[in-house]
């Protein structure tokens, strides 16, 4: 560089996420110097040439037009200009953005350019969040990457680590493990962040890929994810002459160890000789890798497995609150004489529990009956639960000395009130359950674990320990198309203005016999309706008076 100072009209160009702002050659060679993300085109930090040859005619890199300048006392300072124009695909990559995760159909529109782009923008968000001398340091700058079983999964796993690599941050591969393994990992590893490629619940078409940053905290819509979009937006693929390293990594027997020390395997009477049997589905998903591996060896304990292969094909839908999807595991739990059963989705972070009849078990009520159980373990703490679930759940908790907190629905603001609090346990109704010794992170296999506890040291049946928590008539969540979801909120208020009503998450109206919590779709113009009563008769008299109001039903296999 030379010595002189540099002309604002010769400013170099527009970084992502500054498009209004052109910067100097200073800053450009400062950023590299602190490993900052290279920009496609940046003279210090990309092969102009074969950024060019890479790129499609129309996207090949050209150079940037002068800033248009104004003179004033010293000499020339940059005007404002509009923003450059968005790169193509910008609005394909923004339809992929929902508010907790990326999802797409593969190849079109989550391809393996999308997956570049969106590596490149989790590089640089991620790395901007760290502070200090972090930033220097390329253990806490790594990005820990893990995949599912979906076919597809691999080639954008490949693609999203590269993007990474080109936009500086060092990745950690670990190949194919289940989602909250990352979470796992990005704390004993201590990274900036993880990014998993799994397409979850969702069915084998699609794809995306979950976020987290550092103490893997959630990257959603209100705590990064619309940054991430905005770079993805303005990012083309491009060829880098520096890229940051990459290398391969087996956590297995760690991971391993650490969930096998939530089962209290000294507090449970079980035997070789006297097993608990249960009956695992592992949906075709990655609990089907992961029980395997964690619980494999154990002599006392007779796992009956179900879809276990984890090859991309499904045997059914690997969502476990489609009912259809748990007819398998309730029959085999009867056939078996298995004390339970249980279902895990596509990624294993959540999983549904059936009883010894057969008879699936919310996951409001288990979160009920789990906060019993840690509260023995912590005395006084909190017990998180969103706004679905059941009353059950605040009783239970003041039953036993603990303190109920009711939160948005959605693990990002789960995980964030148990941090906040110091909770001891958390549940949602989808099946999601969050630990405190698991960084209040949600896990399947840890909830598998504490079943296991529960049942052991009370040495009664899941049935029984139910029974006494069904002591409400409570619809599922029912969803419905709707024109105007914010308008229809607002006329229930209108027609139930005489109820306690409180606006956390949606609209949720409580009388002393009944209530209901309706709250908008995060993808669609959905309404999701969930409805409890005193008795049958009274929850079939209110779904009959709110129903017909909020437009045509969407069946649960449609349900994003």
């Not at 450009?28 to 790129?55: T, V």
């Not at 998993?196 to 084998?204: I, K, L, S, W, Y």
């Not at 060829?239 to 939530?262: H, K, M, N, P």
């Not at 002591?471 to 209108?494: I, N, V, W």
Request: proline letters at 6%; glycine letters at 8%.
């Amino acid at each position: 560089m030379s010595s002189n100072p540099q002309n604002a009209a010769a400013y170099h160009r527009y970084c992502p996420g500054e498009e209004r702002i052109r910067i100097s050659d200073a800053v450009c060679l400062g950023r590299r110097r602190s490993n900052y993300p290279k920009c496609k085109g940046c003279q210090f930090n990309d092969d102009e040439r074969e950024a060019a040859k890479s790129a499609p005619e129309d996207e090949a890199v050209r150079p940037v037009e002068a800033a248009s300048t104004v003179t004033a006392g010293r000499g020339p300072l940059v005007t404002a200009r509009p923003a450059m124009p968005l790169a193509p695909k910008a609005d394909l990559i923004e339809s992929l953005f929902t508010a907790y995760d990326i999802r797409g159909r593969y190849p079109d529109p989550l391809d393996a350019e999308a997956a570049w782009r969106i590596g490149q923008a989790c590089a640089q968000f991620l790395r901007s969040e760290l502070r200090g001398y972090d930033r220097s340091r390329t253990d806490k700058s790594a990005v820990v990457v893990g995949r599912d079983m979906r076919k597809s999964s691999r080639p954008l796993a490949e693609a999203l680590m590269d993007g990474l690599r080109a936009g500086g941050a060092p990745v950690i591969d670990l190949g194919l493990i289940d989602t909250p393994q990352l979470c796992f990992a990005v704390n004993r590893l201590t990274c900036c962040g993880g990014v998993q490629v799994t397409g979850g619940h969702h069915e084998p078409a699609y794809n995306g890929f979950k976020i987290c940053g550092q103490k893997a905290r959630p990257v959603s819509a209100n705590t990064g994810l619309t940054k991430v979009s905005k770079i993805a937006k303005n990012t083309l693929r491009h060829t880098t002459a520096q890229v940051a390293e990459l290398q391969q990594a087996d956590l297995t027997e760690s991971y391993r160890g650490f969930v096998r020390s939530f089962l209290r395997e000294d507090d449970v009477p079980f035997t070789p000789e006297e097993p608990l049997r249960v009956v695992v589905d592992a949906s075709n998903g990655m609990a089907g890798r992961a029980v395997a591996l964690v619980f494999g060896d154990l002599d006392w304990l007779d796992v009956v497995r179900l879809n276990f292969e984890h090859n991309g094909e499904f045997i059914h839908g690997p969502d476990p609150l489609v009912e259809e999807n748990l007819s398998q595991v309730r029959d085999r739990v009867i056939r078996a004489k298995a004390a339970f059963g249980v279902c895990f989705d596509g990624d294993a972070d959540r999983c549904v529990f059936v009883d010894h009849e057969g008879q699936p078990v919310s996951g409001d009520l288990v979160t009920a009956l789990f906060a019993g159980h840690f509260l023995k373990e912590f005395p006084g703490a909190t017990i998180v639960y969103d706004v679905r679930c059941s009353r059950v759940v605040a009783e239970e908790v003041r039953k036993v000395g603990g303190v109920p907190r009711r939160e948005r629905c959605g693990s990002p603001f789960i995980k964030k009130a148990l941090l906040d609090t110091k909770g001891a346990f958390g549940g949602q109704l989808t099946g999601h359950f969050y630990f405190r010794d698991n960084w209040c992170s949600d896990s399947g296999l840890i909830a598998f674990a504490a079943m296991v506890n529960v049942l052991g040291q009370s040495g009664r049946l899941l049935k029984e320990l139910i029974a006494p928590l069904r002591r409400y008539a409570k619809s599922a969540e029912l969803s419905f198309c709707c024109d105007d979801p914010q308008r229809t909120m607002e006329q229930l208020a209108d027609t139930y203005h005489d109820a306690e009503i409180d606006y956390l998450d949606g609209i949720t109206v409580q009388y002393a016999d009944w209530w209901f919590n309706l709250r908008p779709g995060n993808t669609a113009a959905v309404l999701r309706l969930n409805v409890e009563a005193a008795d049958a008769s009274m929850l079939a008299t209110k779904l009959s008076e709110i129903c017909p109001r909020l437009g045509s039903p969407v069946s649960p296999g449609e349900q994003s």
